[in-house]
């Protein structure tokens, strides 16, 4: 990980945007008032939000566990399920 001001990278963007994607660096522009952003290769962004959407995934279905455990279930049969579908 590198920490690179905002002067420094503005004139050497290339540089920088080849070591995200090539040697898989991630980098963090320092701006004023600590308005700080990071630089990641596409790769790393869509690793990133992948791992984020399974986490998400993951906490939905242990919330219905604790909800099962918990009683806070319905019951419908074949029938009234077919009944909600067909008004």
């Given at each position: 990980m590198?920490?690179?001001n905002y002067s420094t990278i503005r004139s050497n963007l290339k540089d920088y945007?080849?070591?995200?994607t090539d040697e898989n660096e991630t980098i963090i522009v320092t701006r004023k008032d600590e308005k700080?952003?990071?630089?990641?290769s596409l790769e790393k962004y869509n690793?990133?939000?992948k791992a984020l959407r399974n986490a998400e995934y993951l906490e939905?279905?242990?919330k219905?566990?604790?909800q099962?455990?918990?009683g806070k279930i319905v019951t419908?049969?074949?029938?009234?399920l077919e009944a909600m579908t067909n008004e």
């Open positions: 590198l920490a690179v945007c080849d070591k995200a700080n952003v990071v630089l990641i690793h990133v939000m939905m279905i242990d219905s566990m604790r099962i455990k918990e419908k049969t074949i029938e009234e």
